[in-house]
């Protein structure tokens, strides 16, 4: 027997009919454009929640009994999914503790604590999703409260899919294309298990982010598989270790799974913002950011791709804007040994830098009495394909050089 079908996400949608918005679908003139392809944007960071995390901690609060409901609920999250259940206690009167990681931005924290009022509890723990899903897991045991998984029970999921039908009802059609970021695994579990049934022809793809690619991993292992390394950057979707009951419903359900750099998510979430005026979190911009790079699409293809939240910090652009330079190849740091004497930085400027080249950082690495001393400079090009002329005028110039590449232990100190 299944552990989810489709008509339990039918359910889950009437159950939340008077609960959460119609988001909008917009066609996305850009990626139409770019592609040759019809591609529609499910708006989910238009939630109460400003993500489509209320549709599944609603649907699993509301169903609870009166006994459980007296005792009340506890989840982990790393934000988006605790505005949902905050929400949810609030509105039905639940008493809630929510395990927040140390990575949440306070942006998320803050809004938490209004969604719920007084009916939740924040406590802020561990590092990451799942080291304050550990501490959720051990005040269950304690309290005997009902846990609300952010992705990792039917329930949840079923309120998850509501997403892809409501934008289907939209679109008045299914697409020949669903693109679906992914973290745990709740948001396509729950379109697997509704498309599946109702329109089992269209294709599903899955986003990782290629730092957090837990669902990539347990697949090749057929099982869920906790990673070694986990890159935060993609807060909602920083999950180290797949979903137990997700896991087979996307394994049985035809899915392709592709994954995009955390570079490529900054690239589009500026885009986003200075096309098409969204405000995407970088969970969000997945599904965008893998078409035509991950993600090969059909020319007149019809693409639903789902923007799953927008909470996002803008104090956290200054690095977004930094790690999409990088990604363009627009932006590199050199260690270069100058010389140390008078005129000797006014020379490099002259003769290293293109005219439309600027030096974003410039910092002494150590000085010292010897003759030369390495500096760290940081070179911003106008086009990123002036990049081998750059390394050739450094060549030229002089003074010794080491590029850093990405890769570098040195290079995570800059982001």
């Known amino acids: 027997m299944a552990i989810l079908n489709a008509a339990q996400v039918d359910a889950a949608a009437t159950r939340l009919a008077d609960i959460v918005r119609t988001t909008a679908l917009e066609r996305n003139a850009r990626l139409s454009d770019q592609l040759g392809a019809q591609v529609w944007v499910k708006r989910e960071d238009q939630q109460v929640v400003r993500s489509y995390?209320?549709?599944g901690a609603y649907n699993l609060i509301a169903q609870l009994d009166h006994d459980a409901r007296t005792t009340g609920v506890v989840a982990a999250s790393a934000g988006n999914h605790a505005q949902g259940v905050a929400f949810a206690c609030s509105a039905l009167g639940v008493r809630g503790r929510l395990y927040l990681p140390r990575t949440?931005?306070?942006q998320k924290r803050t809004r938490i604590a209004a969604l719920g009022g007084e009916a939740i509890e924040i406590v802020v723990t561990g590092e990451t999703y799942d080291e304050a899903r550990q501490a959720a897991a051990a005040y269950e045991l304690e309290s005997?409260?009902?846990?609300?998984?952010?992705?990792?029970?039917?329930?949840?999921?079923?309120?998850?899919?509501?997403?892809v039908r409501e934008a289907v009802e939209q679109l008045g059609h299914a697409p020949d294309v669903v693109v679906v970021p992914v973290g745990g695994g709740g948001l396509?579990?729950?379109t697997v298990a509704w498309l599946r049934e109702r329109h089992p022809r269209t294709r599903i793809v899955g986003v990782e982010p290629a730092g957090a690619a837990c669902m990539a991993a347990a697949l090749a292992a057929g099982k869920p598989v906790p990673l070694a390394e986990v890159d935060p950057f993609v807060?909602?979707?920083?999950?180290?270790t797949a979903g137990a009951v997700t896991f087979p419903l996307i394994a049985s359900g035809d899915v392709e799974l592709a994954s995009v750099t955390e570079g490529q998510v900054c690239a589009e979430m500026l885009t986003l913002y200075q096309v098409?005026?969204?405000?995407?979190?970088?969970?969000?911009?997945?599904?965008?950011?893998?078409?035509?790079?991950?993600?090969?699409i059909s020319p007149g293809a019809d693409v639903l791709c789902i923007?799953?939240?927008?909470?996002?910090?803008?104090?956290?652009?200054?690095?977004?804007?930094?790690?999409?330079?990088v990604h363009e190849r627009r932006k590199h740091y050199f260690l270069v040994e100058f010389p140390q004497e008078p005129g000797a930085l006014r020379d490099f400027l002259d003769t290293v830098l293109g005219p439309n080249d600027d030096i974003t950082l410039f910092e002494y690495v150590k000085r010292s009495n010897r003759e030369t001393g390495p500096a760290l400079v940081g070179i911003e090009l106008g086009d990123p394909q002036e990049f081998p002329a750059l390394v050739s005028?450094?060549?030229?110039?002089?003074?010794?050089?080491?590029?850093?590449?990405s890769s570098s232990p040195l290079f995570r100190f800059l982001l």
């Open 307 to 325: 923007l799953s939240g927008g909470n996002n910090d803008v104090s956290r652009y200054a690095e977004i804007a930094e790690r999409a330079l």
């Open 276 to 296: 098409e005026g969204i405000i995407a979190e970088p969970a969000g911009a997945l599904a965008t950011a893998a078409l035509g790079e991950s993600v090969i």
């Open 144 to 163: 005997g409260a009902t846990p609300v998984p952010a992705f990792d029970d039917a329930r949840t999921i079923a309120g998850q899919g509501t997403v």
């Open 104 to 106: 949440t931005p306070r």
């Open 235 to 240: 807060d909602g979707a920083a999950v180290r």
């Open 188 to 190: 396509l579990a729950g």
């Open 393 to 405: 005028r450094l060549n030229k110039s002089g003074p010794r050089f080491e590029l850093i590449d």
């Open 53 to 55: 995390k209320i549709r």
